[in-house]
């Protein structure tokens, strides 16, 4: 019996509809990938675009990138980079107090980060008060401690509760935890507000909850410690070592570099307390 060969129109269906497979989710991916380089135009374009947010995203980056590599031509985009830390959508305050951290010779950028210490959003107020440690400036020591701390998470208000995770669950920011069922039929979401682990539940799905009782403790996840701990070598205090003693005592459930900033964290604290004499 003759083989059936495909014919042409066929072979060249399937050849196309394979490239397509390989090339859309790669274009997606690159268009969308924060790395991609842009040109000075293109960052000023995507700086202003309100209508596609990860536009501004990618060009904060992008000038990130160059302030680290020392690139003095991106000053031009400093004010407009400090106008950012009004912006109403919190990925974007997010971003930009991020960049702000990495200039500490701009004060516009300094009193930014500074307003930035009472945004309504946890992690907003996380990178200000990081990025004001590149200033000198000690007014963010009080959020970067919580960093270092398991928190409760609350009902936002009464109501049955119906948890979305399990103890020991890793997290990340906006994560669904738990919704609470209103009494008018409606339902409220509890998302974390920061990336973590699910540390304890303390109350079960079905159990009615009041506002403000704690529903979970949501401990830190490893790179936000981390980063705490090294803010904390230049401003901690004596009494911030007990719990970055805990760190430094920590076993395997922590990694090594935890440990180890725990460990150079609480000498460098030791060493301003106890200056050397001469």
Known sequence: MPTTRPRPRSVLLMILLAVLFILVPFLTWYLTWFGRPLTDRQIERYLNDEERPRHIQHALSQIADRILRGDPSVRRWYPKIASLAEHPRPEIRLMAAWVMGQENRFEDFHRALKRLLNDPIPMVRRNAA???????????????????????????????????????????????????????????????????????????????????????????????????????????????????????????????????????????????RSPSRP
């Open 130 to 272: 990081l990025g004001l440690v590149r200033f000198g400036d000690e007014s963010g020591r009080s959020e970067i401690q919580r960093m270092l701390r398991a928190e409760p998470i609350r009902a936002p208000e009464d109501g049955a509760v119906t948890v979305s995770v399990s103890l020991g669950d890793d997290v990340r920011t906006e994560t669904l935890l738990a919704q609470i069922h209103r009494a008018d039929g409606r339902k409220r979401d509890v998302r974390a507000p920061w990336p973590g682990r699910v540390e304890r539940l303390l109350v079960a799905s079905g159990t009615r909850v009041r506002a403000g009782e704690v529903i979970l403790s949501l401990a830190p996840e490893s790179q936000q410690v981390y980063e705490a701990l090294r803010a904390l070598y230049f401003i901690g205090r004596e009494e911030d070592l007990p719990e970055i003693e805990r760190y430094a005592r920590a076993g395997s459930e922590w990694p090594e570099a935890v440990r180890e900033q725990a460990r150079r964290t609480a000498s460098a604290i030791r060493q301003r």
